[in-house]
């Protein structure tokens, strides 16, 4: 079956630091990959998604690389600001099965960025 | 309003009441979905609706029935419930169920408490 795994933390950084939060997964197909970001009281938004071997997604300064030989889509960062603090979450979305699967996703990254 | 909307933000009720969960998507969307979070575990798909055709039923206890009477609205309807189904309730929808590529639109969730 399907599976996403990550870094759970916390993940406690200084304001400016460089971010890297792993991701790795498991799929029987080809699958979609995404990044979701939940703030604080809120759903989760899409923060940034990459469909094939190789693309590189990218939203407000985040950005992650589709690497199918290490079956890993790690999300970065540069410089952290305080408003990035929240919970990162790693999905995909694997059509191979045939069935309306929705997203596997990741247990979640709590991101704490310290002024 | 845009989005997708859940009411209510909180609910507490204890094992013996029943109460629904809503969602409304002004997105023009045809899938649907409900999703449970809770502390530690990776998001939870309990069902998703194609064009108000339930597509999938993870295996949730029948305690929970969802309802999508049209391709806007969806409910959780709740009864008998046991303290370990507290947890926040997603709503969420896409495009195309089939279109695995399609990104997931979250509400802000229903925290459900059960006393």
Not at chain 1, 37 to 59: C, F, H, I, M, R
Not at chain 2, 20 to 35: R, V
Request: glycine content about 8%.
């Amino acid at each position: 079956g399907n599976s996403v795994t990550q870094m759970e933390g916390p993940v406690t950084l200084s304001e400016e630091a460089f971010l890297t939060i792993n991701c790795t997964y498991t799929a029987t197909g080809y699958p979609s990959l995404f990044w979701y970001v939940q703030y604080p009281g809120e759903g989760l938004q899409l923060l940034l998604k990459a469909t094939k071997a190789d693309d590189k997604g990218s939203n407000k300064g985040f950005e992650a690389t589709y690497r199918k030989e290490t079956t890993s889509f790690h999300l970065e960062k540069g410089s952290v600001q305080v408003s990035d603090s929240a919970v990162y979450f790693c999905a995909l979305s694997d059509y191979s099965g045939g069935g309306a699967d929705g997203l596997t996703f990741g247990k979640g990254t709590h991101l704490i960025i310290q002024p | 309003e845009t989005g997708v909307t859940q009411t209510p933000r909180h609910l507490v009720m204890g094992m013996t009441n029943k109460k629904s969960l809503k969602c409304e998507q002004h997105l023009g969307h045809n899938a649907m979905y409900w999703y449970k979070q809770s502390a530690k575990k990776p998001l939870e798909l309990m069902f998703v609706y194609s064009l108000e055709e339930r597509v999938e039923n993870n295996s949730v206890p029948s305690r929970f029935s969802p309802e999508c009477p049209n391709s806007s609205h969806l409910f959780l309807h709740l009864h008998t419930l046991q303290p370990e189904d507290s947890a926040l309730y997603l709503c969420a929808s896409s495009q195309d169920a089939a279109n695995y590529n399609s990104p997931l639109h979250f509400g802000n969730g229903t925290r459900l408490t059960v006393t």
